[in-house]
């Protein structure tokens, strides 16, 4: 079924470019412990560019993405377009944050191709998929900092590669390819929420999404708060697929995150209410606002949640001058 992928290959392909250009992008080029690491967006400035490349490169080049400057409650507010061929490989396969990245106090949500190298999360074994290394192995860290030799070592240990063979790009969330990145997930927030409920998500044949990209602050707190309401709360998704009406109007009242009982409020006052622990809010709230599909099997169209432009609104803009 997977038998021609070549994830890391491919995502490779654009981090060529991103490391020929690196300060037309605003990037920096490190070598850490042999692995060659692409500041996007920690100690580098980035840009709305490398934002859209970091996504790319995330997704292994399986999808269109684009920036285009719209209006939320009258603010002018970019907006993160998101088209993909192919959901289940490109999203869940790649894209996916799926991998905790730790290592002495080093911490670092891991996403991107090399995922498929490691293999080691439910979804692997669910689809059928691990990846073999063939010369370079492509991965994304969400984090505040650059890695440290013991995280080079630490990741190539788990994928059984050479650190001269790694390349890593990293960004902090409150950096503008870090927070262009996060909000280029609506899909794929949408099609794990799916896997998540038990639908079958290889009957997914494309899928479209939006979502906000958030002004920029000082600190990734605040950063991360406006990053998922932008996609909680503004984020919108459609979905071409081929399956049974009768599940997918049954799988799609649970969809939306407007179906949690953490739905309502701000992000960051959410986290701060359950202590600052991820794991203990509701998981059915990490989906897009408003999600269609299009059965093409039947011709049905379904169309389930909302968006709450006021709130995304009150986010981005409360403490915002």
Sequence with gaps: MFEHLMLNEWSASVVEDMIA???????QIHDIEGAQVVDCGVKAPG????????SLACMADLADIDCVLERLEGQLTPKVNVTVTDPAVSCLLSQYAGWKITADDYFAMGSGPMRALYANEPIFE??????EID?????????????????IRSICKAINVHPDSLILLVARTASIAGSYQVVARSVEACLHKLHELGFDVMTI???????FLPPIPKDDLTAIGRTNDSILYGGEVML????DDDEIQKVGAKLPSSASTDYGEPFADI???YGGDFYKIDPMLFSPARVAINNLKTGSYF???KVDGPLVARSFFSHSK
Excluded: D, H
């Design 47 to 54: 840009s709305l560019e490398a934002g859209q490349l970091l």
């Design 205 to 211: 044949r494309s899928g479209i999404g939006s979502a």
């Design 271 to 273: 986290f701060k209410r």
């Design 303 to 305: 169309s389930f949640g």
């Design 126 to 131: 669910k689809l059928g998929y691990k990846e």
């Design 240 to 243: 071409w697929v081929e399956g």
């Design 21 to 27: 250009n690196g300060e037309v992008l605003g990037c």
């Design 135 to 151: 010369t370079v192995a492509v991965g994304i860290l969400e984090a505040s900092k650059l890695p440290t030799p013991a995280v």
